[in-house]
């Protein structure tokens, strides 16, 4: 587990660095320093005098009088050449002057002494209302960095009775001890009552009712801050330690005198040296460069996380040039962040708090910085600071699952997931736990020939839908019931099975809005407010549930605003049901062709088919692996009540195996929209969702099935009935003819170019989904200024392409991709619900392949209905 800063004991021996001088002091009301069992009153180089053990032993009730000291020891600070020992239960009680919030700095070092061997010294350490330490062992804190262990704790309590107690007891046959105890006031404004959850994204409120543990505090791009140089005595550490990929960030450094504090945010915050420094992106000397700058740090994921970030732009010279991103644990923590309009200038102080909840943490916490895909800025990204804090968890403590009354930490929260879920609100439940064994056990308990089909995630669909979640939706139930829908494998909230009958008329079949290969999918009221689909799955489905707990692990990974999200779900009585948010304009396919619905304008088919490059692109970059959905299709892209379009049905995805460009794989998908080398190779890439999103450009263009047996066997397949028209260049006598007066040829000609770059022979030819969404944003900047120009009878000429080099310059070979890099156009911007899964028309799989291609290979398939 990381330490407060374990660096932090250099910072008593390091020079000083001068703050500005208009900085306002903060005199604390409650300022008890205690250096115990000194017997000399220690001074430290910031000014801060420590009272002995005289001076302070009416703080203290201690049933023995044990010291230790020593006359020299290798430590940076005179705080740890004394300790007082406690072989049973001692209290030190401060009178406080005021309520608020209180730093609280605990001092360990174990000294040499006859008492008891410190190194094996096992106690707690509580306050009236919280655990700070539980079973603290000096030894299992050593790191390779700690010298001489030498630990500090720091800690930030909301302190509101007059009387406060710090509480050692040492474990059976055990002690415990103490260098140095500070309870010092710090400023009420330092933690605001409101901060931003990272996931679902909407405000939390509440957070003077936690404690806090200092476990970073960073300067990026600069240098140590002490605590002599600091406006509340902190210490921040430079990045160096945690930065990954030096070579692809810059520093930068301007004068303290530079930085100006705009009306409630004062140095308090952060001093100007932390403001006066920051980490930009490096010159990766290509065009439109594209990468991450990221910063690595350990965490648990038995807590939630504080996250404030320090930004000041010190970079521009110009309003309006910066624009960029956040990201924390690949999720969007801050999108499209434009400084200078948020602070209205330049080099001005601003911070965002962000919570993150443990369930988004499985390997610690990562921060990454990017640019925005915004038109008029420039490619760059900025942090001055970061601090990271640990949040108490529902029983108030800081470590481990036990409160001070030895009240334990829900059982629902088990294993490393108990802890900060529940105390950030997102509680976890122990029923989802034990409810997602009892779904493994029974499903594998079913018949063999069950057990021999192959795919629980065809309905299992992702749980997280990025920056645009569930419960940010203005359709959903709301902030006030999000702790609801967080299960410690993130499944959301559990349903009873009563619940699902009530809310489907006992599954009556007027209720069905989608039937597949699964089973039915049912519209439902839940909550009295709340429209959801329930897909209930059928045991006599073709498609069975196998490799549970796999596919689990990798819908864990897919949060985007243009995949599909996961309310909740029920396992009663062998029952697999899931809850999904309805999609109340269905499949993209219905607006198409087939349903007499009002036709969509090429502008909404634009819409469509970048928001679903977006949800691909991610699924192929977004995790450290890459998936490949393998059923890419226009029945599986859903629009919700804004038309933004969702990736739906994984149940045929694969990860793409590490250190590989393909995996061997039987062949599976819908016929019409099957990569042709994959029908050869057996072997999949991410090329093939390519190919059969170059089918769905075609649809979305001609507004006809990708297969169609009843027309003449030329026009059977639609992927080569549109190329033999485009390389006529004559892909207009072929489109929907309800778009003949509204549509650019320009951007036609641009869409049928990415369209027959999708469709390439060989998936070396083929552009990544990235490309392929660059081309398609140009068709719509096209198209928009077609429009515009079309209604102030004006030249359409004032667009101009972004630069090819852009597309063609790759990022350096360590860049990182970011979580969802799809460029953003003002359409889909907004944020907007997410789709439940429509029902699995048209998969199929091939058992015998031949080498073949085009209306060959459909002639094996002729009496199959188009799909």
Request: hydrophobic residues 40%; aromatic residues 10%; negative net charge.
């Given at each position: 587990?990381?330490?407060?800063?374990?660096?932090?004991?250099?910072?008593?021996?390091?020079?000083?660095?001068?703050?500005?001088?208009?900085?306002?002091?903060?005199?604390?009301?409650?300022?008890?320093?205690?250096?115990?069992?000194?017997?000399?009153?220690?001074?430290?180089?910031?000014?801060?005098?420590?009272?002995?053990?005289?001076?302070?032993?009416?703080?203290?009730?201690?049933?023995?009088?044990?010291?230790?000291?020593?006359?020299?020891?290798?430590?940076?600070?005179?705080?740890?050449?004394?300790?007082?020992?406690?072989?049973?239960?001692?209290?030190?009680?401060?009178?406080?002057?005021?309520?608020?919030?209180?730093?609280?700095?605990?001092?360990?070092?174990?000294?040499?002494?006859?008492?008891?061997?410190?190194?094996?010294?096992?106690?707690?350490?509580?306050?009236?209302?919280?655990?700070?330490?539980?079973?603290?062992?000096?030894?299992?804190?050593?790191?390779?960095?700690?010298?001489?262990?030498?630990?500090?704790?720091?800690?930030?309590?909301?302190?509101?009775?007059?009387?406060?107690?710090?509480?050692?007891?040492?474990?059976?046959?055990?002690?415990?001890?103490?260098?140095?105890?500070?309870?010092?006031?710090?400023?009420?404004?330092?933690?605001?009552?409101?901060?931003?959850?990272?996931?679902?994204?909407?405000?939390?409120?509440?957070?003077?009712?936690?404690?806090?543990?200092?476990?970073?505090?960073?300067?990026?791009?600069?240098?140590?801050?002490?605590?002599?140089?600091?406006?509340?005595?902190?210490?921040?550490?430079?990045?160096?330690?945690?930065?990954?990929?030096?070579?692809?960030?810059?520093?930068?450094?301007?004068?303290?005198?530079?930085?100006?504090?705009?009306?409630?945010?004062?140095?308090?915050?952060?001093?100007?040296?932390?403001?006066?420094?920051?980490?930009?992106?490096?010159?990766?000397?290509?065009?439109?460069?594209?990468?991450?700058?990221?910063?690595?740090?350990?965490?648990?994921?038995?807590?939630?996380?504080?996250?404030?970030?320090?930004?000041?732009?010190?970079?521009?010279?110009?309003?309006?040039?910066?624009?960029?991103?956040?990201?924390?644990?690949?999720?969007?923590?801050?999108?499209?962040?434009?400084?200078?309009?948020?602070?209205?200038?330049?080099?001005?102080?601003?911070?965002?708090?962000?919570?993150?909840?443990?369930?988004?943490?499985?390997?610690?916490?990562?921060?990454?910085?990017?640019?925005?895909?915004?038109?008029?800025?420039?490619?760059?990204?900025?942090?001055?600071?970061?601090?990271?804090?640990?949040?108490?968890?529902?029983?108030?403590?800081?470590?481990?699952?036990?409160?001070?009354?030895?009240k334990k930490e829900e059982s629902g929260s088990s294993g490393a997931r108990r802890g900060a879920v529940a105390a950030v609100g997102f509680g976890l439940m122990f029923g989802a736990f034990v409810g997602l064994g009892a779904?493994?056990?029974?499903?594998?308990?079913?018949?063999?020939?069950?057990?021999?089909?192959?795919?629980?995630?065809?309905?299992?669909?992702?749980?997280?839908?990025?920056?645009?979640?569930?419960?940010?939706?203005?359709?959903?139930?709301?902030?006030?019931?999000?702790?609801?829908?967080?299960?410690?494998?993130?499944?959301?909230?559990?349903?009873?099975?009563?619940?699902?009958?009530?809310?489907?008329?006992?599954?009556?079949?007027?209720?069905?809005?989608?039937?597949?290969?699964?089973?039915?999918?049912?519209?439902?009221?839940?909550?009295?407010?709340?429209?959801?689909?329930?897909?209930?799955?059928?045991?006599?489905?073709?498609?069975?549930?196998?490799?549970?707990?796999?596919?689990?692990?990798?819908?864990?990974?897919?949060?985007?605003?243009?995949?599909?999200?996961?309310?909740?779900?029920?396992?009663?009585?062998?029952?697999?049901?899931?809850?999904?948010?309805?999609?109340?304009?269905?499949?993209?396919?219905?607006?198409?062709?087939?349903?007499?619905?009002?036709?969509?304008?090429?502008?909404?088919?634009?819409?469509?088919?970048?928001?679903?490059?977006?949800?691909?692109?991610?699924?192929?970059?977004?995790?450290?692996?890459?998936?490949?959905?393998?059923?890419?299709?226009?029945?599986?892209?859903?629009?919700?009540?804004?038309?933004?379009?969702?990736?739906?049905?994984?149940?045929?995805?694969?990860?793409?195996?590490?250190?590989?460009?393909?995996?061997?794989?039987?062949?599976?998908?819908?016929?019409?929209?099957?990569?042709?080398?994959?029908?050869?190779?057996?072997q999949l890439t991410d090329k093939s969702d390519v190919y059969s999103f170059g089918v769905v450009l075609l649809e979305a263009l001609c507004a006809r099935p990708a297969i169609n047996p009843a027309l003449p066997r030329e026009?059977?397949?639609?992927?080569?009935?549109?190329?033999?028209?485009?390389?006529?260049?004559?892909?207009?006598?072929?489109?929907?003819?309800?778009?003949?007066?509204?549509?650019?040829?320009?951007?036609?000609?641009?869409?049928?170019?990415?369209?027959?770059?999708?469709?390439?022979?060989?998936?070396?030819?083929?552009?990544?989904?990235?490309?392929?969404?660059?081309?398609?944003?140009?068709?719509?900047?096209?198209?928009?200024?077609?429009?515009?120009?079309?209604?102030?009878?004006?030249?359409?000429?004032?667009?101009?392409?972004?630069?090819?080099?852009?597309?063609?310059?790759?990022?350096?070979?360590?860049?990182?991709?970011?979580?969802?890099?799809?460029?953003?156009?003002?359409?889909?911007?907004?944020?907007?619900?997410?789709?439940?899964?429509?029902?699995?028309e048209g998969s199929a799989e091939a058992h015998t392949i031949n080498d073949q291609s085009g209306t060959d290979i459909f002639a094996q398939f002729s009496n199959l209905n188009g799909r």
């Amino acid at each position: 587990m990381a330490l407060l800063l374990v660096l932090l004991f250099t910072l008593f021996a390091s020079p000083s660095l001068v703050l500005s001088a208009s900085t306002p002091p903060f005199t604390p009301q409650d300022n008890f320093l205690i250096d115990c069992g000194a017997t000399n009153k220690a001074t430290l180089p910031d000014g801060r005098a420590f009272k002995t053990e005289a001076e302070s032993g009416q703080l203290l009730k201690a049933e023995d009088d044990n010291k230790a000291s020593v006359d020299k020891a290798d430590v940076p600070s005179p705080l740890y050449l004394s300790a007082r020992i406690f072989k049973s239960d001692a209290t030190y009680s401060f009178h406080m002057a005021r309520p608020g919030w209180h730093w609280v700095r605990l001092h360990f070092y174990p000294v040499t002494n006859s008492v008891f061997d410190l190194q094996k010294a096992t106690f707690n350490v509580l306050t009236d209302k919280y655990t700070l330490l539980h079973n603290f062992n000096i030894n299992q804190n050593k790191n390779n960095n700690t010298k001489n262990q030498v630990f500090l704790k720091e800690y930030l309590l909301n302190i509101t009775n007059q009387q406060f107690s710090i509480k050692f007891s040492p474990m059976k046959n055990s002690a415990a001890f103490i260098n140095a105890i500070e309870v010092v006031s710090a400023p009420d404004n330092l933690i605001t009552d409101t901060a931003n959850n990272l996931q679902p994204t909407t405000q939390f409120q509440g957070m003077s009712k936690f404690g806090y543990e200092t476990m970073y505090r960073v300067n990026m791009g600069g240098p140590l801050i002490t605590s002599a140089n600091d406006t509340l005595g902190r210490s921040w550490l430079p990045d160096d330690a945690y930065i990954k990929s030096k070579n692809m960030a810059k520093e930068v450094l301007v004068g303290t005198s530079t930085v100006k504090y705009p009306d409630g945010v004062t140095p308090q915050i952060a001093p100007p040296t932390v403001y006066a420094t920051a980490v930009q992106m490096a010159d990766a000397v290509v065009s439109g460069q594209n990468f991450n700058i990221s910063w690595n740090f350990q965490a648990t994921n038995a807590f939630g996380y504080l996250i404030r970030l320090h930004f000041c732009d010190i970079v521009s010279k110009s309003l309006g040039n910066l624009y960029f991103n956040v990201y924390i644990n690949g999720n969007m923590a801050i999108s499209d962040l434009d400084l200078s309009h948020t602070v209205n200038g330049l080099a001005i102080p601003y911070y965002k708090d962000i919570v993150v909840n443990s369930s988004l943490i499985s390997d610690g916490l990562s921060v990454q910085i990017g640019p925005s895909r915004m038109d008029n800025s420039a490619p760059n990204a900025i942090l001055n600071g970061l601090e990271v804090m640990k949040i108490s968890n529902s029983v108030d403590s800081l470590d481990g699952e036990f409160g001070v009354d030895g009240k334990k930490e829900e059982s629902g929260s088990s294993g490393a997931r108990r802890g900060a879920v529940a105390a950030v609100g997102f509680g976890l439940m122990f029923g989802a736990f034990v409810g997602l064994g009892a779904m493994v056990y029974k499903w594998r308990k079913r018949p063999q020939d069950w057990q021999k089909r192959n795919s629980f995630s065809s309905w299992l669909l992702p749980v997280h839908a990025g920056d645009n979640s569930f419960m940010s939706s203005k359709n959903s139930m709301g902030s006030h019931k999000s702790n609801m829908y967080n299960s410690a494998l993130g499944l959301g909230r559990y349903f009873t099975f009563q619940e699902l009958q009530d809310a489907t008329n006992n599954f009556d079949s007027s209720k069905i809005i989608g039937v597949g290969g699964f089973g039915n999918v049912y519209i439902a009221v839940i909550d009295d407010e709340t429209t959801v689909a329930v897909k209930r799955g059928n045991p006599q489905s073709e498609q069975g549930i196998t490799e549970f707990q796999t596919e689990i692990q990798m819908l864990s990974k897919l949060r985007h605003r243009h995949l599909v999200s996961l309310i909740g779900y029920c396992d009663e009585n062998s029952e697999m049901i899931l809850v999904y948010e309805y999609m109340s304009n269905g499949p993209f396919r219905d607006h198409l062709y087939g349903k007499n619905l009002a036709p969509l304008t090429w502008k909404q088919r634009l819409d469509i088919c970048i928001g679903a490059a977006r949800g691909l692109h991610y699924l192929h970059t977004g995790t450290a692996q890459g998936i490949i959905h393998r059923d890419v299709k226009t029945t599986n892209i859903l629009l919700d009540d804004q038309f933004t379009a969702k990736v739906a049905d994984f149940g045929l995805s694969k990860d793409a195996t590490m250190g590989q460009n393909h995996v061997s794989t039987a062949v599976k998908g819908s016929f019409g929209y099957l990569d042709p080398e994959y029908f050869r190779r057996q072997q999949l890439t991410d090329k093939s969702d390519v190919y059969s999103f170059g089918v769905v450009l075609l649809e979305a263009l001609c507004a006809r099935p990708a297969i169609n047996p009843a027309l003449p066997r030329e026009q059977v397949n639609l992927a080569d009935w549109g190329m033999q028209w485009k390389r006529k260049d004559l892909l207009e006598k072929i489109m929907d003819p309800l778009l003949a007066d509204s549509i650019n040829p320009e951007s036609m000609k641009k869409f049928g170019e990415a369209a027959e770059k999708c469709l390439a022979e060989h998936g070396v030819d083929r552009p990544t989904m990235g490309d392929v969404l660059w081309n398609l944003e140009y068709a719509l900047q096209l198209q928009e200024a077609f429009t515009q120009g079309k209604a102030d009878d004006d030249s359409t000429n004032s667009v101009a392409p972004p630069s090819t080099e852009a597309v063609a310059s790759p990022a350096p070979t360590s860049a990182i991709v970011p979580p969802a890099t799809a460029p953003t156009t003002a359409s889909n911007s907004a944020n907007r619900p997410a789709p439940i899964p429509e029902g699995d028309e048209g998969s199929a799989e091939a058992h015998t392949i031949n080498d073949q291609s085009g209306t060959d290979i459909f002639a094996q398939f002729s009496n199959l209905n188009g799909r």
